[in-house]
């Protein structure tokens, strides 16, 4: 509607005639713009074309709605400045000239987005990239230890060169064309200049399926557009990442480093730094270390920055160097005050008053580090001062670098790390980890784990006290203080079971899938769902059998929505899933379902995996996932179960009600009798009818497919492939 309202109509007018796909409706438009100078024609114009959209359906706009916003997108805001900024890049004099000649910002957007598509993309990517770097949110920052300092600019960057080595990195197929630009950014108030570098590239092919006017359904194969983007600071030999994955992260940061800079990664890999303030919580004092080459005659912390309540409400204080942070304080703010309990440390700044060895001059570093990410040590030009800062903040604890994780390493935890991505929760608490016997500082170095505040509420479950408790601060050192619910002193306990992790999923599920990746004879990786993953194909007997993995499927709804999601994509056929869970189904849509860590190898075996374990587990679950040899539900659990009907993919049933209603439908249909009234059929029920005890989605693919009505009004029947009486086995397992 603003675009409607506020932009010029001529240019409003060839919007509104782009179609990108023909599916789109075709709009009846007025068939003439009116005099841009007549205000009343124009006001009656865009009247009429408010009108007209009207007539249509939310879904029909949607197109038309989307590209409307991605004009006004770099229309408002700092989008002109992101649009002015790769226009004059890219475009030659006289069509700048046309598009600074334009009346307004909308304007602008409006005629690059008709004239200059792949520029209009371009400045939404920096623009994109610019709101995430502004916001402390980039992905990823990895630091490069060049041996010059030598300018750098866009055109350094040979853009074939490090579109071929990306393709290589990133496992391409050669028909995947690779796109790379460049563009110089001007430094500005609060980023020095640098380069953006965008990469553009196609995904794995996928496809959706499409129901057609004639009712029937099709696949529509299509590669989706996969996007990374860039920024190199040379002044602060900073390389910044964004993309969705943090593998491609990584080696789009690594190929950069070879291609662009020169690097030698082999040597000198890029190191990921996260900062972590948490030891300020219980003391602002720091200690003097021996660092060899350096004399370190004090230290102080001069600055601490905390967060009150909300992010945007903070309380700094800075003192002197010959200032204790602590006492200062404690003199103004308080015994009990906001330092002394602080929860949430955003900044903290340090002084070092050093000399080198052999010499008399006194020197002074001073040290700033901003949340995890962010550490004005990245900026020192002086490459003794970042190695002594560096060394500094790794001997306090503060420092963590990017430690790849040693493949041996990753084999021996590889079961507690399905654990943990198996979680419903994306946090995970340090006695959870001292439990599956993972070390939380060698997960934080190799990426797996995020530091996080410290627990403050907990139940406490200690002889007479029991309840809700909260932890506080001890004097004790590395220990934290519980206090029951009445305020009992439930006594000290080590503070590192009560810190907390937030687990990085993309980074967890990428490991898991790289060692998951020697069971596949074809891997074409595709995420369908947040919990549901396609690896590639087992060949076995011959065939390709598909390969899925899925996490979180002991919940129920997890894999109510799983299996909808697989029995739309039957054309696949019988594949296999390895789940992450224990407590599982049998199969989802036409699937076989494997429990992943009942099949790993022994400890002296070379491989993760017991091959042939899995292949007789998808042998005995192949008749079943095809639907048997006679129609039959079998319970899996108390709340959960599966339908198996000759001829159609098993149904995946959870609650009492689902399961009650196909016991009952597949006891009639063995009986010759399949029709069953509605009243015996729903009885004991609150509900009347089958529909209400499924959701709206899963009542709609398995009615008439799986459930049908009768002969009779009021009556509802199985819906077999075959006839019933064909087989007469056992048809319900379990309690009914």
């Known amino acids: 509607m603003r675009l409607i309202e506020d932009a010029r109509v001529d240019l409003l007018r060839a919007l509104l005639d782009v179609r990108e796909d023909d599916g789109e409706p075709v709009f009846d438009w007025p068939a003439s713009v009116p005099d841009l100078d007549d205000a009343d024609a124009v006001l009656d114009y865009r009247g ?168 029937r359904r099709a696949p529509i194969y299509y590669r989706p557009p996969n996007e990374a983007t860039l920024i190199y600071t040379s002044s602060l030999r900073q390389i910044e990442v964004c993309a969705d994955s943090p593998v491609v992260r990584q080696k789009v940061g690594d190929a950069f480093a070879e291609v662009a800079l020169s690097h030698d990664i082999s040597r000198k890999p890029l190191t990921w730094k996260r900062y972590n303030l948490s030891r300020f919580r219980s003391s602002l004092s720091l200690d003097v270390p021996k660092i060899a080459g350096y004399q370190i005659s004090k230290v102080r912390v001069l600055e601490a920055e905390v967060r009150l309540g909300q992010w945007r409400r903070k309380l700094s204080l800075k003192v002197a160097i010959e200032d204790d942070i602590a006492e200062v304080a404690d003199r103004y703010l308080g015994a009990r005050n906001v330092f002394r309990r602080a929860e949430k440390l955003s900044r903290i700044g340090i002084g070092v008053v050093y000399s080198l060895e052999g010499e008399a001059t006194e020197r002074t570093l001073n040290i700033t580090i901003s949340g995890t990410k962010s550490c004005n040590l990245q900026s020192h030009r002086d490459p003794e001062q970042r190695s002594l800062g560096f060394a500094l903040l790794q001997h306090w604890g503060i420092l963590s670098a990017f430690q790849q994780i040693d493949p041996s390493d990753l084999r021996g935890m590889f079961a507690a790390l399905v654990q943990l991505h198996d979680r419903i929760e994306d946090k995970v608490s340090g006695q959870y980890l001292q439990e599956l016997g993972l070390d939380p500082d060698q997960l934080i170095a190799g990426g797996l784990l995020e530091r996080c505040d410290r627990q403050d509420v907990i139940l406490i479950d200690d002889g007479d006290i029991e309840g809700e408790g909260i932890v506080q601060p001890s004097a004790g050192r590395g220990l934290v203080r519980m206090i029951g619910p009445f305020g009992e002193d439930v006594g000290d306990s080590p503070s590192s079971d009560f810190e907390m992790f937030a687990i990085n999923a993309q980074w967890l599920q990428e490991t898991l899938l790289q060692l998951l990746k020697p069971l596949l004879s ?23 059998v598909p390969v899925y993995f899925a996490r979180r499927l002991n919940d129920l709804k997890t894999a109510e929505r799983l299996d909808l999601a697989l029995r739309a994509r039957n054309m696949a056929g019988v594949g296999i899933i390895l789940a992450a869970s224990e407590d599982m189904p049998s199969h989802l849509g036409p699937n076989v379902v494997v429990p992943l860590l009942s099949h790993l190898a022994s400890a002296d075996n070379e491989a993760l995996f017991a091959r042939d374990g899995m292949e007789l587990a998808y042998r005995n679950g192949l008749s079943l996932a095809r639907g048997g040899v ?89 819906v077999l492939a075959v006839h019933p009486n064909d087989s007469c086995d056992a048809l319900v397992e379990g309690p009914v």
């Not at 805001?77 to 790769?86: E, R």
């Not at 009798?673 to 009347?688: I, N």
Request: net charge negative; with cysteine; aromatic share 8%.
């Open 48 to 215: 009429q074309l408010v009108e007209i959209l009207n007539a249509y359906g939310s879904d029909e706009l949607s197109p038309l709605e989307q590209r409307a916003r991605r004009v006004c997108g770099l229309a408002t805001g700092k989008g002109p400045v992101s649009l002015q900024t790769i226009v004059e890049q890219q475009l030659d004099h006289e069509n700048i000239v046309i598009f600074e000649a334009q009346p307004d910002a909308m304007c602008r957007s409006l005629w690059i987005f008709l004239n200059m598509r792949s520029t209009f993309e371009d400045a939404e990517s920096f623009h994109a990239v610019r709101q995430v770097r502004e916001h402390r949110k980039l992905y990823d920052a990895f630091e490069v230890d060049l041996e010059t300092d030598a300018p750098f600019d866009a055109d350094a960057v040979d853009e074939d060169a490090f579109s071929g080595h990306l393709k290589s990195r990133l496992d391409l197929r050669p028909d995947v064309a690779c796109t790379v630009r460049a563009f110089n950014l001007p430094a500005t108030t609060t980023h020095p200049a640098s380069v953006l570098v965008i990469i553009r590239h196609g995904g794995p092919l996928s496809s959706v399926f499409n129901h057609r006017n004639d009712g």
């Open 630 to 718: 006679s129609p039959r539900v079998v319970r899996t659990g108390a709340q959960s179960g599966i339908l198996f009907i000759p001829g159609k993919e098993p149904l995946h049933l959870t609650g009492h009600d689902q399961l009650t209603i196909f016991e009952r439908l597949v006891v009639a249909a063995v009986k010759g009798s399949p029709d069953l009234q509605v009243k015996a059929l729903m009885e004991g029920f609150e509900s009347r009818s089958p529909q209400q005890s499924f959701r709206k989605a899963t009542w709609d693919s398995i009615r008439d497919v799986y459930i049908g009505k009768g002969t009779k009004n009021g009556y509802w029947r199985l």
């Open 522 to 544: 074809k891997r074409s990786g595709q995420i369908l769902d947040p919990d549901l993953t396609l690896l590639g194909a087992m060949r076995i007997d011959g065939v390709d």
